[in-house]
């Protein structure tokens, strides 16, 4: 159900402060990071899908209190997120880092605040569901006022990876991404206009956000390197794919890119699976997932693009075709919203199935 | 040996014609195509590498016969590609696509004319030598007249697989590939630039060469598609990598993708060898290799990228690490200039060291 109107969903109504919920399935929703790139997707979002609050609260760091924010007509003054915010929240989704969420998480759940987090913070934490509801929202059931929302490039894959799973029983997977440079912040969407402004004006072109310039180059490099050579978000994406999709011996190798898009990113996935694959079958398996579709017709020039999957909920899967190197293998090309599948998106999508199952509460 | 002057091989002589060659390692030299994005590069090369040739002549289609060509200080009048025209030409580097190629290589052959050849048309035909100099030269010597020059993702992913093929025997690969404009020609640089532009004016971007917009995108499709859903791209990497390698059997897929980069071609590669991998031992491999470069210092943010690699002879290999989705595993990252190693530096390394095996003639 989406609401039209801002008020339906207590959209512009945080001045209220402590009035009594009229509807038990009403929540009191804080969004903590609410200035940054997935922070205003978050807003926007809560308003499109008409999520159930009465009051919706902007926190963000000391430095940004006071800020106004508009948006779809509605107006807020941003609050410093402090443990006493919470007071005055059921919900919050951390959008802000790993830093604040092990700072403030603690401090919202001891107010009888869920967080749902969009961090690094708590995801590989056994007591923490690690959740994209369409694959593994059973998971909600366990948790103890922690959701960790996975890592966008996780996120995006295990939409096509996950139906081909459920058909064949996957055992291993190699994904080499190219990553639109919103998963690197509003400053680093900034960056790369501000580069391509540049070179349009012949101008030298600089780079603060970035290590290197990314404009008309490629970076592969996203997040810091740990021992052995892979980045965090190499790693981020073998070890939380292992937890959502409950297979913990998955062998899974990753290369992790950075590309001049803004703000959808695309993967190529070639995985192996246990039983032997049939492409008619894999088609329908994609086709009849929730939030993914199959846009796969080569012949016309069609297959999911970053342009075409920006600003879109569903996750786009196309080149599939069986993967010439392995037996019981398949290959494809997903692409998704980085923004809102790979982080606002899916974070308002679990506190929606929350919601659903009434556990949206500690 | 590069020569400094534009003279001693014979860059400005075109009009001098049928004069004897006073020295007998000199060539009379033919660029069939040579008003495209390669052929350009090809007449810059054979002046910077100071190959031996007494005599450059320019050929393309008609439509460009009469065009003058001005570079490094020289002018050539372009000539329409006949078979008569190879009656003065003891070598000619045909990169004017595949129709070409099979129209004229076997008139040029026929007055005595090598061909090295960049189109794909006689890659895989077992008479052909299809070589990477560093890689597979001993292969020149059964040339009948026609050396094939591989494919531009090919070169450069092969200039960082065979040294650790040479090191632990490669039984499979997984390669993506990041693919410059360039290798759609000139008009597809052009069409990058601009559609930039025409952002940078908020004017709508117009898409003429590529299917779709290709600035701020990705397109997951490069060449056509073929039965099995893969593309001539991606079918060329296999088979051209095993017939190179001289691996009948390898096990390849891949992801060819183009981005929007101007010049080099990027790789990211998940392999498989035969033997236990050392990972000092494989740094070591790739250092000492002739034409690659290692480029990895990831905790100074050093690795090979296209604006670095971009109008440059070596390629670049970095990223280097223990695959761990495979027992004996390696994953890197490879970055090369399509236009050079990809394509015309390839064909005149190729033209090199059939000179100096004296073998240079039919």
């Avoid at 989406?2 to 929540?27: D, V």
């Avoid at 580069?195 to 180059?217: G, K």
């Avoid at 079958?281 to 920006?310: C, K, W």
């Amino acid at each position: 159900m989406r609401s039209a109107s801002g008020k339906r969903n207590g959209y512009a109504s945080n001045h209220g402060g402590k009035s009594p919920l009229k509807n038990i399935h009403q929540y009191r929703l804080g969004i903590v990071g609410a200035t940054g790139a997935v922070g205003r997707e978050l807003i926007h979002l809560v308003h499109d899908r008409g999520f159930p609050c009465s009051e919706l609260q902007l926190l963000a760091s000391a430095r940004s209190a006071g800020r106004q924010i508009q948006q779809n007509g509605n107006s807020w003054t941003i609050r410093e997120t402090r443990p006493d915010s919470f007071d005055e929240l059921d919900v919050a989704i951390f959008s802000a880092g790993s830093d604040t969420t092990r700072r403030l998480a603690a401090e919202a759940n001891r107010r009888n605040c869920v967080v749902i987090d969009n961090s690094s913070a708590y995801r590989m934490d056994p007591k923490v569901p690690l959740v994209v509801p369409e694959i593994n929202s059973d998971a909600l059931t366990r948790h103890q006022g922690i959701v960790a929302n996975p890592n966008c490039t996780t996120a995006v894959a295990l939409m096509g990876l996950y139906p081909l799973h459920r058909a064949f029983g996957l055992t291993r997977f190699f994904a080499c991404t190219y990553q639109a440079v919103s998963g690197a912040g509003a400053a680093a969407m900034e960056e790369l206009k501000t580069q391509v402004l540049q070179w349009s004006r012949n101008q030298p072109l600089t780079a603060r956000v970035f290590p290197h310039q990314i404009a008309f180059n490629l970076l592969p490099q996203a997040d810091a390197f740990q021992p052995g050579g892979y980045t965090k978000e190499e790693l981020k994406m073998a070890n939380e794919s292992r937890k959502i999709l409950d297979l913990p011996t998955l062998k899974v190798s990753t290369t992790c890119v950075r590309v001049p898009v803004f703000r959808a990113h695309s993967i190529a996935v070639h995985a192996e699976f246990e039983k032997a694959v049939d492409l008619a079958a894999a088609r329908e398996a994609v086709q009849s997932f929730p939030g993914t579709i199959l846009v796969d017709e080569p012949e016309n020039h069609r297959y999911p693009m970053p342009i075409d999957f920006s600003s879109r909920e569903a996750c786009g899967v196309g080149r599939l075709r069986k993967d010439d190197a392995f037996d019981n293998g398949l290959a494809f090309w997903v692409v998704g919203d980085q923004l809102w599948k790979g982080a606002a998106l899916n974070a308002i999508q679990i506190a929606e199935a929350m919601h659903e199952r009434h556990i949206l509460r500690i």
